[in-house]
């Protein structure tokens, strides 16, 4: 029998960009919020030993831990779903930060053309440009409206950066300086520019400068000691809601975080939810928290998880399109990028995760699509963030595995590898979607999520069209032998990592017949149910989805305050 | 055989003076094999068996690492160093997996959680008849059930084709099976494939190679400075804007 606690103003499922944001913004205004997180507490002081790439990139010391919960992938319909049994293609982390913590730190704005997506094709090119199954669909808030929120999360967590030059691009005032600048940073601008690009430096959330933000929290620049993506940062230089937004929210003495709380279920009835069911690993007893208001601040993946499992809201229905919670899952098509071999050697071994620079010349609806069958694009970047030995041994095409030629080569190369990377956007399909599988469960014995999903045409024309570009770059940047991306792409393949960016499962959007969230992030089936993840993104763009997901927390802490006076749907 | 004490004044030779009283020599002889296997050919000698040119023997070591946690018994243990070897050969560029001690990280590896996965989702079904292989790991047997079914392998291909155990084998003799292990031409069992062990042990090679010597491969950070990557350093903000290429010196985590 669980026992029942005291009834709190909100619950924050989760404790990471957005279980941080909304604490802190609600406790500063008087509210009482608990944070549950299902892993451990942890500070900048257990990073003193982070520099271990064995541990922390090879063995995944942050993530979630699999043998308790994972998600399992079939190719399609007709297929039997098998488990992710270790990682591979994108990593869940875990503990009190969650993925906020092990992030590089690369923070993008999405695209005006992004929040309009749908409108915006149909006005360029006409209904005709959306293939069969394809269901993109504008996200019931615009760019403009959306930037204010955007606004406090660069605030607030220090993004350093420079103007984007491409004209037409939105233009952000950036609280702190750009990164410095390395030898192939420049090497990419340069040819990019000779090319008639528009390179500027990737906005990064590994402080410049030291920098105190509006809630008065102060950090220390970055030392680009190339341990970025994957480690914390013993520094506190990378924002992360540990150094930033947590430290806010404890100060008001509103804030109650428990850790080693998985929770299993929300509460609800008559559309309205009572608290969330949850179990304390350290003991194994359950306890139901009451609560005014529930944030699902889980990864993406475990808030659909949560909802399908707490029956909340209309599980999707790929057969009938009919039904929210499932549909829309998107991912990022990573597979157009290209790898340089240089004659010279670089520092590759130095870096910081968000260090680089990058073009939106293929982004979003920048260049023609008129004559191309894909639509959207990818930023186009060389990432600095620090190569390590263990995980980079790119040889050049043609190149054994291993062995004498694979060992020398390695070698030759560990230095003088530079690659040109695509972050391809991803467009949601009918049957690309996420529901409960029928046969793997949890450590709880609740469903795993089930994930259906291939690349379709689309992808595969867009990564070819991103190789060539990657590749033309590279050779105008004086690579003397080039592995060109995208050229030839299988079914989905879960064994290498590919990108940590999954979307979608329970979109937002202005219709609750075709999303499970209002623009306040809050759920049209259950109005005191709020999920701002990346869970809520109609489609995945050329960028990393943090900045998105750190503004629609705003969005939805804004939301929260506005139910928690006069109650009902906010829209 | 002296049972003489060492500086310390702690009795050496401890495996011989239980042997002898053991009962299982016989006038000297060593007779047991599992032991007589460990002690080395040549009852008598004085000399502690790590110090031999070439031999990997559990005992004696001064490096800590340098013993075994996971592998039982020294045939195993030189199969996996000579197939690593070849993944991961000495060159000209540089030592290769045996000089960098990789057999003995992969043992490690192999007696922790990485061997035992524990930190996989384990839990059946396990639908091999599903399985495609973009769908990744899905066999109940955890990867140090993988390697040593890999080892048995190699071994009786090696004694199929050469009548040889696979470490005697010549080095091209020993890269054409493991060619063939990564071609998935040698059946292991209906659990597990030729190459999902092969890209076990490749990955485990690599790892050997790099990871931080703590973890008893990587020996004298040869594997960094080979590949001139500088291992744990606090900040690089002075070299990051530098046109040059930096050599430094590495550091290892136990540097700190």
Redo the contacts between chains.
């Keep these: 029998m669980a026992k029942k606690l005291p009834k709190t103003d909100i619950v924050t499922v989760g404790v990471g960009w957005v279980g941080g944001i909304i604490a802190s913004e609600l406790t500063k205004k008087g509210y009482k919020v608990v944070g549950l997180e299902r892993g451990k507490s942890r500070s900048t002081q257990d990073y003193?030993?982070v520099?271990?790439?064995?541990r922390y990139a090879?063995?995944?010391e942050l993530m979630q831990?699999?043998?308790r919960?994972?998600v399992t992938?079939?190719?399609n319909l007709k297929?039997?779903a098998?488990?992710?049994?270790?990682w591979?293609s994108f990593l869940f982390g875990d503990g009190l930060g969650g993925s906020g913590v092990h992030w590089n730190g690369q923070t993008y704005l999405f695209l005006p053309y992004d929040f309009e997506i749908y409108s915006k094709t149909v006005e360029h090119y006409g209904k005709n440009k959306i293939p069969k199954g394809m269901t993109i669909q504008d996200w019931g808030i615009t760019h403009d409206e959306l930037l204010p929120y955007y606004n406090q999360f660069l605030k607030m967590s220090g993004i350093s950066g420079e103007p984007n030059p491409l004209k037409g691009s939105p233009q952000y005032k950036y609280p702190t300086k750009p990164m410095?600048?390395?030898?192939e940073m420049k090497l990419f601008k340069d040819a990019a520019s000779k090319l008639g690009y528009h390179p500027y430096s990737m906005p990064s959330a590994n402080l410049s400068e030291n920098y105190t933000n509006p809630d008065n929290i102060s950090r220390g620049?970055?030392?680009?000691?190339?341990f970025c993506e994957r480690f914390g940062c013993e520094y506190g230089a990378k924002a992360d809601p540990v150094v930033t937004v947590l430290p806010v929210a404890e100060k008001t003495g509103k804030y109650e975080l428990r850790t080693h709380s998985v929770v299993r279920k929300v509460l609800h009835s008559g559309g309205k939810a009572t608290g969330v069911l949850y179990v304390d690993t350290r003991t194994g007893e359950e306890y139901i928290q009451e609560a005014e208001v529930v944030v699902l601040s889980a990864y993406q993946m475990n808030n659909v998880k949560i909802m399908l499992n707490s029956k909340l809201g209309k599980p999707y229905d790929p057969k009938t399109g009919q039904g929210v919670i499932g549909k829309n899952y998107a991912y990022q098509v990573n597979f157009g990028g290209s790898t340089g071999f240089f004659d010279?050697?670089?520092?590759v071994?130095?870096?910081a995760g968000a260090?680089g620079a990058n073009l939106d010349d293929f982004n979003g609806d920048f260049f023609d699509h008129s004559d191309l069958n894909f639509i959207h694009g990818a930023n186009v970047r060389i990432g600095k963030s620090?190569n390590?030995?263990?995980q980079n041994?790119a040889v050049p095409a043609g190149t054994p595995?291993?062995?004498?030629e694979f060992?020398?080569a390695s070698?030759?190369y560990?230095?003088r590898t530079i690659s040109v990377g695509a972050q391809g956007a991803s467009m949601p399909w009918a049957d690309n979607y996420l529901d409960l599988d029928p046969?793997?469960?949890d450590a709880f014995g609740d469903p795993l999520v089930r994930m259906t999903f291939n690349w379709k045409d689309q992808d595969k024309q867009l990564g070819k069209y991103l190789g060539e570009k990657t590749a033309g770059i590279l050779k105008e940047m004086g690579a003397s032998k080039v592995n060109q991306g995208g050229q030839k792409v299988?079914?989905?393949?879960?064994?290498n990592y590919q990108s940590t960016h999954n979307t979608g499962g329970s979109i937002m959007g202005a219709d609750p017949e075709t999303s499970a969230l209002n623009n306040y992030l809050q759920m049209w089936d259950c109005e005191n149910v709020f999920s701002a993840g990346a869970n809520a993104f109609g489609h995945n763009s050329g960028y990393n989805p943090t900045g998105t997901v750190g503004a629609l927390a705003y969005r939805a802490a804004e939301g929260i305050e506005k139910y928690l006076k006069k109650g009902g749907s906010l829209a | 055989m002296s049972d003489k004490k060492n500086q310390n004044g702690v009795q050496d030779n401890s495996r011989r003076v239980f042997l002898k009283n053991s009962g299982l020599t016989v006038g000297g002889l060593i007779v047991g094999g599992a032991l007589g296997g460990l002690i080395g050919k040549k009852p008598g000698s004085s000399k502690p068996a790590s110090t031999e040119p070439g031999g990997h023997q559990m005992s004696n070591s001064s490096n800590p690492s340098r013993a075994l946690m996971y592998f039982t018994n020294q045939e195993d243990f030189s199969t996996i160093e000579a197939a690593a070897e070849q993944i991961f050969p000495k060159t000209d560029v540089g030592p290769g997996a045996k000089d960098l001690d990789v057999a003995y990280y992969i043992d490690h590896q192999l007696a922790g959680n990485w061997g035992l996965n524990t930190k996989e989702y384990m839990s059946g079904p396990f639908s091999l008849a599903d399985s495609v292989p973009e769908l990744g790991y899905q066999t109940h047997l955890k990867r140090h059930e993988i390697f040593d079914l890999g080892i048995q392998a190699l071994n009786s291909t090696a004694q199929k084709k050469h009548k040889k155990k696979f470490h005697e084998l010549e080095g091209d003799q020993q890269v054409a099976i493991l060619k063939d292990f990564e071609a998935d031409k040698v059946k292991l069992n209906g659990a597990t494939s030729a190459s999902n062990f092969f890209g076990l042990l490749r990955k485990a090679t690599i790892e050997g190679v790099y990871a931080d010597p703590m973890y008893g491969g990587n020996k004298d950070m040869a594997g960094w400075k080979m590949k001139n990557f500088p291992g744990h350093q606090m900040s690089y903000k002075d070299i990051i804007e530098k046109d040059s290429f930096v050599k430094m010196d590495p550091k290892s985590l136990s540097s700190m």
Excluded: V
């Design positions: 003193l030993k520099h271990d790439e064995l090879q063995r995944y831990d699999l043998s919960e994972t992938i079939r190719h297929q039997k098998l488990p992710y049994r270790e591979g410095l600048e390395s030898s620049a970055c030392q680009y000691c190339g010279k050697e670089y520092n071994f130095a870096g260090l620090g390590r030995p263990i041994n595995s291993w062995g004498k060992k020398d070698i030759k560990a230095n046969t793997y469960k299988g079914d989905y393949d879960i064994r």
